[in-house]
């Protein structure tokens, strides 16, 4: 197997922090060159970067110089993973794009451009069939961007999608997150603001669950030249709650045909395989979803289950019949693992099994 | 004004605590008598109770000695006031009731009884009506039992009683709760479970609320024989999170006949007054339903608003329409004042005032 | 009795909420400009303050029309009380003495000033007396500026007081402090930094302990034209809490001559009382110090005993015997109240009462 | 290598599980009896115990039954280690010693014997020595009990030893401890006493450091039949804080010689190394104490740091001269890793290399 090279840029950032931690020990990625901002770049990395992870920098990171965000300086790398904050990742994504590297981005900028997939890696990895599309329009050889899902939509379009597969399209969905503060960055929530308390608003978050959720379960063109969005209607209500990491989701969801059973629905989740896993992707869980039965009704909980699989699984638990739609449950993901850096990390190794990178 | 001697059921608890200090400056009532559990009974209330409110225990009430639950050690009492684990107050309030005490509960034991009042003092204290049948059946002159909602409960149906009462019938209703761990009792909710965790099950909450609802937003029979539960569909999903106090509820609400409109939403709730109102109670809100409008998105907070008109208001925020339902919003409630004990409080300022008491 | 006219200098961050909800319902002063940054200044203050009190803002104050720090927009007030980052106080402070204003200061830049006291009100207020030296060094007739402590210092320097009024100079304390998160200001501490955490260092804390214990024991030279400080070595070590509002400190203090047993230290402390006691201050805590004995060893808590008094009182615990040191205590302060905004405003009583202003 | 089977003591409790977690995957031991309560045997582990461990429970411990703490049922077993509550432990223990099965205990019921060892494997493991003398005294060939310290007095112990090695020794130590809310087991500290707050009093804690620090940087008696304890006076403060896991200490330190510099103390505590680093053990920290320079002056944190080496190094940080004492720093360790089970389990790796076990 052949180690590849790769960037990753907004690289002192929150995201960026856990890329570092995801790629330290990875077998098929190395990381050779760290981007930050202009205040940034000349420094050490240990200087320049306030570390927040529990685990500790990994040593040979702490000795990188952080170079700016210039493809130029990035020329050995296969690959590119974006931690960027949306204020600059639509300039920045572009030209590592346009200089024909491929870029895995966190950022929001693109998740709407018609040509670019929004990829769940465990959900709709056959997504990344538009790539030939993007480049040709670009004409570019090898370049493109493909962007992972906002955090919270990760949590729970995962079992969406396995719910979706089982029991055909899904007509309606209510989602109330409670949402750990590492989703805001750092220094992100001041803790005047969370401690004993909860704070019922974030701002654009509704919206992107509502919108990212369609375009996820969707399905790209028969000629590959963009996706076709669901009809399921989604409603999300978001919350910031005090946890560390780790969202947690209440829903309901209503299937557009008959409602299956609670044990029919935990057997399609239980069961539910992905892309990832045929590929024999390394960083792919075992079992993409997690379930908790009656003899744990007060899981998933996110101190205990957000390291599922190292973050790449997601927990559902408290499956019940609703007397308003179908079914509800809980659902919980890691927010900067599947919601965010690992995310990009997993899509990358199926992009590397498609030929793509 | 005459002022009522008055004792607390359950006096040691976290609820009874929440009694004494929300009675202690009360012109109207006064502590005559403290009931505990065998256990304490004897003692000081400052060496029987651990107290844990920031507020400090009264002096008076400190050194006086905590009873047995027997109404004769009650007899001066022309009110009692209940914060008695279910476990005991079903045989306890009965025994008071039988001796001609009125029983003001926030045990849940009664509130499904059809001649006992189930009363969030800022909704349905026309519901009263119904303590001359109890009566009556029991041969009593002056005992009853009346209960408040259990603590989330009220957080809900205070805006919905407003909404029904502008624009007609409710036809569902869902309720994602986040709740405070004062909601459980001391010892309560273990540190190891709740510090950077949620934990998504509170057991037997979410049926409470979806019944209690409905009998709340309620009407009496016409000869006040008991009560009509409204045809209203609720789907309850309740949470634990690290809050000390403050209940906080996302709502979607959809109405049997046409939407009104965000603007006439506000305004109902706005202008919503309720009977303790017009009586004049002491305890009363001024405004039983505090707005935020789109100057501040990000409210209410239990941290910043629970404390809205010494927490007998409710606070509501976020209205907007939703996809799904009609409407959505954000409602917090102090779940210690109008969730517990300050509704029994307010529900027997109102029972004084027409003359059952 | 007159109604003073005051400003707020800084009323838009942390500490000038806090003088705002202080001096809401005070009997003797009233808030009339309210300075802050030119970019607040010309707005209504609800839009330029982001509020962070439990208590709502006060509904004139809402409405009142931001001033620059410019004494001109000032000169309808008797006092200003600054609660000015540190940056800007230095200049603002000083026009403000020049034009005549008296400024009672939170900031830090004047503490070590030789002619400007630094006074805790319920432990050095005889320090007013060399306010005349600072009139006469600069030729002002009312003009002056007094500065209160830092926050962490206060809740030290009260029971040391009792002490050394009733036992002679202190030789030597260690002080561990536990601090809240309310002393950092807003945004301040990020969450991310505080949840599940400790942090063990506060820029320039220690150092402010150290040197400002020294000087608010220690007493006016004969001549009133500056101050002696004591003997006392501080040794001090500060660590960032998850708690919002309250500083916990753990103290061992040596006595230069015979050590008192803890009986005679417990008497010592709940019978201090100080001149603003004397002098009939509005704000005064009736006891300077609570004290909680041998029945509550787990006291004080900053949760449950940080608004003794309104938060003008200190709580202290624990008095035992040291192996080390002679004896050894936990003290608790409110540091947004006796430790900032509350300590100036008390001070202001007293200045008054003396003539001063 | 031969790997030995080993039992658990009190195996549902939180250092049980912490017990657990560390063995799963230990290559020399295996765990095959899991000894309860009555109330728990008979039950498969996973119904028995409240798992609160954020490692998910191994699968093979899941299904395992639980045994009582009755010696004959864990005769196949080489080593038990007790997590068991101190009013069990004393009894059981002995049993199981007399049994001829080595007890590695954390419980504190025999730290005080004279005869049984009280080590913290990265301290003073030349302790050991004195088992002799134990099964000599009782007859025993193979049994033994030796006990790990409080899981407080681990984090402070550490450093010490480094210093008294390097310069002579320690005559006085003030500690200040800010404790996780693991340390207090399940369900331990109640939420409500510690969000938000600071409990500034631990039951017998204090006590525990000022005896324990004495005992473990003491030496064996020239026989080996048992301990001299330091001079060493130690006075303790302790804390209970909002932190899941680590203890944070700030500790001030007097050499009975002259004080080394605050270079010489970081070079000291960075080049220290254990006789179980010397023996290889499987466990060991490579580096036992873990230094921070001034480039962190905000370090060592409970939550960025209590994982060093697996939980078993102690990070230290904040060395700076001290006006009263000689230094003073702070301290982290994890409480139930080197502080609890990691340390029963290091020593047993110690003790079987020096062929104890």
Same mark, same amino acid.
């Given at each position: 197997?052949?180690?590849?090279?790769?960037?990753?840029?907004?690289?002192?950032?929150?995201?960026?922090?856990?890329?570092?931690?995801?790629?330290?020990?990875?077998?098929?990625?190395?990381?050779?060159?760290?981007?930050?901002?202009?205040?940034? +770049?000349?420094?050490?990395?240990?200087?320049?970067?306030?570390?927040?992870? +529990?685990?500790?920098?990994?040593?040979?990171?702490?000795?990188?110089?952080? +170079?700016?965000?210039?493809?130029?300086?990035?020329?050995?790398?296969?690959?590119?993973?974006?931690?960027?904050?949306?204020?600059?990742?639509?300039?920045?994504?572009?030209?590592?794009?346009?200089?024909?590297?491929?870029?895995?981005?966190?950022?929001?900028?693109?998740?709407?451009?018609?040509?670019?997939?929004?990829?769940?890696?465990?959900?709709?990895?056959?997504?990344?069939?538009?790539?030939?599309?993007?480049?040709?329009?670009?004409?570019?050889?090898?370049?493109?961007?493909?962007?992972?899902?906002?955090?919270?939509?990760?949590?729970?379009?995962?079992?969406?999608?396995?719910?979706?597969?089982?029991?055909?399209?899904?007509?309606?969905?209510?989602?109330?997150?409670?949402?750990?503060?590492?989703?805001?960055?750092?220094?992100?929530?001041? +803790?005047?603001?969370?401690?004993?308390?909860?704070?019922?608003?974030?701002?654009?978050?509704?919206?992107?669950?509502?919108?990212?959720?369609?375009?996820?379960?969707?399905?790209?063109?028969?000629?590959?030249?963009?996706?076709?969005?669901?009809?399921?209607?989604?409603?999300?209500?978001?919350?910031?709650?005090?946890?560390?990491?780790?969202?947690?989701?209440?829903?309901?969801?209503?299937?557009?045909?008959?409602?299956?059973?609670?044990?029919?629905?935990?057997?399609?989740?239980?069961?539910?395989?992905?892309?990832?896993?045929?590929?024999?992707?390394?960083?792919?869980?075992?079992?993409?979803?997690?379930?908790?039965?009656?003899?744990?009704?007060?899981?998933?909980?996110?101190?205990?289950?957000?390291?599922?699989?190292?973050?790449?699984?997601?927990?559902?638990?408290?499956?019940?019949?609703?007397?308003?739609?179908?079914?509800?449950?809980?659902?919980?993901?890691?927010?900067?693992?599947?919601?965010?850096?690992?995310?990009?990390?997993?899509?990358?190794?199926?992009?590397?099994?498609?030929?793509?990178?």
């Amino acid at each position: 197997m052949v180690v590849k090279k790769v960037g990753i840029l907004g690289a002192t950032g929150t995201v960026g922090q856990r890329f570092i931690t995801l790629l330290d020990e990875h077998p098929e990625f190395e990381i050779a060159v760290l981007g930050a901002s202009a205040r940034s +770049s000349g420094k050490k990395y240990e200087d320049a970067a306030r570390w927040k992870q +529990s685990k500790a920098m990994p040593e040979k990171v702490a000795k990188m110089i952080v +170079s700016e965000c210039d493809p130029k300086l990035f020329s050995e790398c296969s690959i590119v993973f974006s931690g960027l904050d949306a204020e600059f990742a639509g300039e920045i994504e572009k030209n590592f794009r346009a200089a024909n590297i491929p870029v895995l981005s966190n950022a929001k900028n693109y998740r709407r451009d018609p040509v670019v997939p929004l990829i769940v890696p465990t959900v709709n990895t056959e997504h990344f069939d538009v790539v030939k599309k993007q480049q040709e329009q670009l004409g570019l050889q090898r370049g493109f961007i493909v962007t992972n899902s906002n955090c919270s939509t990760a949590g729970v379009v995962v079992p969406l999608k396995a719910m979706q597969d089982a029991f055909g399209p899904i007509e309606k969905v209510t989602v109330t997150t409670m949402q750990a503060i590492s989703g805001a960055g750092y220094p992100g929530v001041s +803790s005047l603001d969370i401690l004993d308390n909860v704070v019922p608003f974030i701002g654009g978050e509704e919206e992107k669950i509502e919108w990212e959720v369609r375009k996820i379960l969707g399905s790209t063109n028969e000629d590959l030249s963009g996706f076709k969005l669901t009809d399921t209607v989604v409603s999300a209500q978001c919350n910031r709650v005090p946890v560390l990491d780790g969202h947690t989701s209440c829903v309901a969801v209503k299937f557009a045909g008959k409602a299956p059973s609670v044990e029919e629905i935990k057997k399609a989740l239980v069961n539910y395989r992905c892309e990832a896993n045929k590929l024999g992707c390394f960083s792919a869980p075992k079992q993409p979803i997690h379930v908790f039965d009656e003899k744990n009704p007060d899981r998933p909980q996110p101190r205990l289950d957000r390291e599922a699989e190292r973050g790449y699984a997601v927990s559902v638990g408290r499956i019940r019949p609703d007397s308003i739609f179908d079914i509800k449950f809980v659902s919980l993901v890691h927010n900067t693992v599947l919601g965010a850096a690992g995310a990009g990390i997993l899509n990358a190794e199926v992009a590397v099994k498609k030929g793509l990178i």
